[in-house]
């Protein structure tokens, strides 16, 4: 069996506040909803799959000297993570509401909090040849930005294979996208979204901007929500369906597929693309189906 590289994740610890709305709209009234909390956070979702799934994985990044830090870090370790987050004092950890509408689609409000505080110096040693996954958020704010960039130069320096999700389309055009192409030029695997690969190349097909991001990188995968997903490398461009689910709250579903696409394609990079796609797929459709990121 192919041994499992030690996996480096960095990213946003957050906790999710999940509105489950229902009925129809009511400005200046009441509507009701399901209200719940749980573990958020690109970063920490992805990592808490990929523990599950069985890797070997360290988590960087910040949480506040609060309750929900203390919750966060309490639940990353049941989940088998090995996290490596830096307790900020007089901060609050990340939150981010979820108003998620009765067909599952959702709107968010983000707070970073303490996320905003990651230096270089929260960095572990990436092992050499293992594999770094960062989170675009970390580049995205100028304040954690050095520590990105710091992950990235690290993990080619140790010869790791490293993938990237661009995180979300509003701060990624804020960012540009010509500096988060070069910033990401030696990622190995991309991992976007269809919206954010039309930012990243100007493509409205996805099958287009899928093909002109593998013209960059080793290999793309390009999520299409109920459309499934695609992998690109080289020219060659693979289509997946979606695995059916009753979608209850869409939140995190890209990080699960992230996770589950890494879970296969980390154990063996030789590996057909359906079966790390069906892999992402999969647990994406888990994850809809309940409200929650994980």
Same mark, same amino acid.
């Given at each position: 069996m192919t041994a499992r590289p030690?996996?480096?994740?960095?990213?946003?610890?957050?906790?999710?506040?999940?509105?489950?709305?229902?009925?129809?709209?009511?400005?200046?009234?009441?509507?009701?909803?399901?209200?719940?909390?749980?573990?958020g956070g690109a970063g920490g979702n992805v990592a808490a799959h990929l523990a599950r799934a069985g890797l070997d994985v360290v988590l960087a990044g910040c949480v506040g000297d609060d309750a929900e830090g203390t919750a966060r870090l309490a639940e990353l370790a049941?989940?088998?993570?090995?996290?490596?987050?830096?307790?900020?004092?007089?901060?609050?950890?990340?939150?981010?509401?979820?108003?998620?509408?009765?067909d599952g689609q959702r709107?968010?409000?983000?707070?970073r909090g303490a996320n905003l505080e990651l230096v270089p110096g929260d960095l572990p040693s990436p092992v050499p040849g293992g594999h770094l996954h960062l989170?675009?958020?970390?580049?995205?704010?100028?304040?954690?930005?050095?520590?990105? !960039? @710091? =992950?990235?130069? %690290? &993990?080619? $320096?140790?010869?790791?294979?490293?993938?990237?999700?661009?995180?979300?389309? #509003?701060?990624l055009a804020a960012y540009g996208v010509d500096r988060w192409l070069a910033d990401t030029a030696a990622v190995t695997l991309l991992l976007p979204n269809a919206e954010e690969a039309a930012l990243l190349t100007g493509c409205a097909d996805p099958?287009?901007?899928?093909?002109? !991001? @593998? =013209?960059?990188? %080793? &290999?793309? $995968?390009?999520?299409?929500?109920?459309?499934?997903?695609?992998?690109?490398? #080289?020219?060659?461009?693979?289509?997946?369906?979606a695995h059916p689910a009753a979608v209850v709250d869409t939140t995190g579903a890209g990080d699960a597929f992230a996770a589950g696409v890494l879970s296969v394609w980390l154990r063996d990079r030789g590996t057909d693309p359906v079966h790390a796609l069906d892999a992402g797929l999969a647990l994406a459709a888990e994850v809809v189906a309940r409200p929650g990121a994980r």
């Open positions: 030690a996996v480096l994740v960095v990213g946003d610890v957050n906790t999710d506040v999940v509105a489950v709305l229902s009925g129809a709209p009511a400005p200046g009234s009441d509507r009701p909803a399901r209200i719940r909390s749980h573990g049941a989940a088998g993570v090995r996290a490596r987050l830096r307790v900020v004092p007089r901060a609050a950890t990340g939150t981010v509401v979820s108003l998620v509408e009765p709107s968010m409000l983000a707070d989170s675009g958020y970390a580049l995205l704010d100028p304040r954690p930005r050095p520590a990105g !960039l @710091a =992950a990235l130069a %690290r &993990a080619a $320096a140790a010869g790791c294979t490293v993938s990237a999700d661009p995180a979300s389309t #509003g701060p099958v287009d901007a899928a093909r002109t !991001l @593998a =013209a960059r990188h %080793r &290999a793309v $995968a390009v999520t299409l929500g109920p459309d499934g997903a695609l992998w690109a490398a #080289g020219r060659a461009v693979v289509h997946r369906p």
